[in-house]
T-cell receptor, first 113, second 111 residues
Framework: EPEVTQTPSHQVTQMGQEVILHCVPI?????FYWYRQILGQKVEFLVSFYNNEISEKSEIFDDQFSVERPDGSNFTLKIRSTKLEDSAMYFC???????????FGSGTQLSVL | QKEVEQNSGPLSVPEGAIASLNCTYS??????FFWYRQYSGKSPELIMSIYSNGDKEDGRFTAQLNKASQYVSLLIRDSQPSDSATYLCAVKLEAGTALIFGKGTTLSVSS
């Protein structure tokens, strides 16, 4: 069964460093998303991406964040200058153009020290 | 701010019992509703979707929707210890394509 693939599974970085989280959405999916979940809290929407551009973003997704689809398969989330409060599990998700069901990757646990 | 509210629990039921999980939402224009299951340290896994008022059954799971009351529920029949997880209610707002999640209800099924 096709699945959303995320790498790395764990990322440790120093405060102020840049990190890039990688995702390969399901191949025939058209909408791509990043969510995050701080330990013990809810899954929070960050950004959605469709037709090679951001279609919506939350107030969390400030200028420190960016997304890119550098080729036909990868979808990345960049955090330019990480803060302690960026420590969270980051989930990539995707869906087809016809169904609103979101399918999630296994996540990248980001720890900012 | 559009919200999805769930009782965080924990909800404890014995094996074989019915577990009832509830969710309310604030966006009256929402039309699409989802239940996800999340095991500790894992990603959300889609269990059910519901779009129309009434009940929708899939195996041991039944989703119920009442748009007038802005209320969604999930019933799990014949609960098993493997059902022990956090259940997330997700709503697609009238505007946009993103799903907004509740904080989740933790279910514990004892054998």
């Amino acid at each position: 069964e096709p699945e959303v693939t995320q790498t790395p599974s764990h990322q440790v970085t120093q405060m102020g460093q840049e990190v890039i989280l990688h995702c390969v959405p399901i191949s025939n999916h058209l909408y791509f998303y990043w969510y995050r979940q701080i330990l013990g809290q809810k899954v929070e929407f960050l950004v959605s991406f469709y037709n090679n551009e951001i279609s919506e973003k939350s107030e969390i997704f400030d200028d420190q964040f960016s997304v890119e689809r550098p080729d036909g398969s990868n979808f990345t989330l960049k955090i330019r200058s990480t803060k302690l409060e960026d420590s969270a599990m980051y989930f990539c998700a995707s869906r087809t153009g016809r169904s609103e069901k979101l399918f999630f990757g296994s996540g990248t646990q980001l720890s900012v020290l | 701010q559009k919200e999805v509210e769930q009782n965080s629990g924990p909800l404890s039921v014995p094996e074989g019992a019915i577990a009832s999980l509830n969710c309310t939402y604030s966006d009256r224009g929402s039309q699409s509703f989802f239940w996800y299951r999340q095991y500790s340290g894992k990603s959300p896994e889609l269990i059910m979707s519901i779009y129309s008022n009434g009940d929708k059954e899939d195996g041991r799971f039944t989703a119920q929707l009442n748009k007038a009351s802005q209320y969604v529920s999930l019933l799990i029949r014949d609960s098993q210890p493997s059902d022990s997880a956090t259940y997330l209610c997700a709503v697609k707002l009238e505007a946009g394509t993103a799903l907004i999640f509740g904080k989740g209800t933790t279910l514990s099924v004892s054998s």
